[in-house]
């Protein structure tokens, strides 16, 4: 048992819970008891097995885990630096615990979030109350309810027998989309299920397809009526010559039978397409392009580019804001605040374009005047000059181009 300190919200009124006569979602996903209208259970596990799905969830799970996060203090220029000695820098930077990196918890609540509707870390503090280390819950443990007098998110953990209640400061609590379903959140996988469960049928359809050879199945027709023996044997053997591992043997028919091949509908035709369109689908559940689920259907150079930037402004920036919000909830004192102190990801590296977009508009904020040579080299991981904080436009030299005179031509009267 993890030595959680004991909650302060243990004496709040808090909404009941369900009954078993009315069990709560989670319960339902957990045991795939919602079954979409394909007849397929959409849970967790079973969304995951979706190539499309996956791929949604490692790339927006992946890309938080990877991105700097980094504490800010006021610098004396009157802007802002990075306080790498703040006892919070160490927790969303390096490691949230002895086991576990500040990324790789990231990764894991985004992933929680997506598939359970949130993603739960306990703020186990120390003596000082500050938090020391972040422990992460089991999602499907985790009940969130409102406090009925003050309005406040109470967090509900059940550990074996025992249930705890934490207040909101005590939980890191990650969710998609808050504002669709208020502080409890909703999974992607919940809200698409029909979209996800077609997706695992059209699979299980071309699967079954496949297993027999790719081809529809037919009719085997007599002249005369036979016995139910003799048709169950001659059935036997027809599928033993022509299906599974023997597709494309030769088949013996007696009795004076033919066999007449069923052909592919309009339906079957379309298949393809209705697999594609799928993909689309699961693009819109997760929010991101379709480019980056590996549909390039519709993609060219210049759409490539712009799909880069909506990933990043539309697709990441949610999440990052979310994930901020979090931390500063449970990791800044009043303390912190008053001396404002933030803690913000560093998402210059995804917004930076090819090696000819950098080099242009370095040259066009130095031209400006709102960057050093010293700020442009740090853009490119490269080590700082002695003269490089000047802030100068170095294509002029005192307000004249740089650039050498040409001298006049005399020319002969």
């Not at 500050?130 to 499907?140: A, D, K, S, W």
């Not at 210049?302 to 930037?309: D, F, K, L, P, V």
């Not at 709102?370 to 442009?376: D, G, K, Q």
């Amino acid at each position: 048992m993890w030595p959680f300190r004991k909650t302060e919200t243990s004496a709040v009124s808090v909404s009941e819970q369900r009954s078993l006569a009315a069990p709560e979602d989670f319960l339902l996903e957990l045991f795939g008891a919602l079954p979409a209208t394909s007849g397929v259970a959409v849970t967790p596990q079973a969304a995951l097995s979706v190539p499309a799905v996956r791929t949604a969830i490692e790339l927006i799970a992946g890309v938080l885990g990877t991105l700097p996060c980094k504490a800010y203090q006021p610098a004396d220029n009157g802007g802002r630096e990075p306080a790498p000695d703040h006892p919070v820098h160490a927790l969303v930077h390096r490691d949230a615990n002895d086991w576990t990196s500040a990324g790789a918890l990231r990764s894991q609540l985004t992933i929680d979030a997506l598939l359970q509707g949130g993603g739960f870390a306990y703020a186990n503090r120390g003596t000082d109350k500050r938090v020391v280390e972040f422990i992460r819950l089991t999602p499907t443990a985790v009940t969130v309810e409102i406090d009925e007098r003050t309005g406040e998110p109470v967090y509900r953990y059940r550990e074996n027998t025992t249930e705890k209640l934490y207040s909101f400061r005590d939980i890191l609590h990650v969710r998609p989309l808050a504002s669709l379903n208020g502080i409890t959140g909703q999974a992607p996988v919940k809200t698409a299920r029909e979209a996800i469960a077609l997706c695992i049928a059209a699979e299980q359809y071309m699967a079954k397809l496949m297993a027999s050879g790719g081809r529809p199945s037919g009719i085997l027709s007599f002249p005369q009526k036979l016995g139910a023996e003799v048709a169950k044997r001659i059935k036997a053997s027809w599928q033993a010559a022509t299906s599974g591992a023997a597709s494309g043997g030769t088949a013996v028919l007696e009795e004076g039978g033919t066999f007449t091949p069923l052909a592919f509908t309009s339906v079957d035709a379309q298949f393809a397409e209705m697999r594609a369109f799928q993909i689309v689908e699961i693009a819109r559940a997760f929010n991101v392009p379709p480019t980056f689920l590996a549909d390039f259907s519709r993609a060219t150079w210049s759409n490539i580019t712009e799909a880069n930037r909506q990933l990043v402004t539309f697709s990441l920036m949610p999440w990052i804001r979310g994930w901020e919000a979090a931390y500063r909830r449970v990791l800044l004192t009043e303390e912190d605040r008053a001396a404002q102190i933030s803690i913000e990801f560093v998402v210059d590296g995804l917004l930076q374009g090819n090696a000819s977009e950098r080099a242009t508009a370095i040259s066009q904020f130095r031209s400006a005047g709102v960057m050093t040579a010293n700020e442009a080299r740090r853009l490119e991981n490269l080590p700082a000059m002695p003269d490089g904080d000047k802030l100068e436009n170095p294509f002029t030299t005192s307000g004249k181009s740089a650039s050498p005179k040409t001298e006049e031509t005399k020319t002969d009267a």
